[in-house]
């Protein structure tokens, strides 16, 4: 004769088990999902996904895409940008790129 209340016991704790595994699974999962996340989109642009390069504007390191063109400032880099040429730069910084278009355009 089996004990109803030992099987209910059993029960209780392999579903606690269940539980527990089922929690430690998904935390794993969720780990190593940022993890991939992070390997995979390390040093790449988050609008085309290409692979950002290293410029250099007026002394200050960016990325910039060769994709979109996007560029990425450092925590500080707008703020040493903006005091380099607190009142023109992003001008400058257009026209530059104007010129490379067309210096391009024309060599080609
Ligand atoms: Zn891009």
Known sequence: MTDIWKEREKALENQYIYEREKELIARLRKQERDRLV?????????????????????GVPLDKCPGCGGVWLG??????????????????????????????????
Do not use: V
């Not at 992070?38 to 007026?58: Q, S, V, Y």
């Not at 925590?75 to 067309?102: C, G, M, V, Y």
């Open 38 to 58: 992070k390997d995979l989109c390390h040093n790449r642009c988050p609008k085309c996904g290409e692979e950002i390069e290293a410029m250099t504007f007026r």
């Open 75 to 108: 925590p500080n880099d707008l703020q040493i940008l903006s005091e380099k040429d607190h009142r023109t730069w992003f001008e400058k910084w257009f026209k530059a790129e104007e010129e490379i278009q067309e210096s391009r355009a024309a060599g080609e």
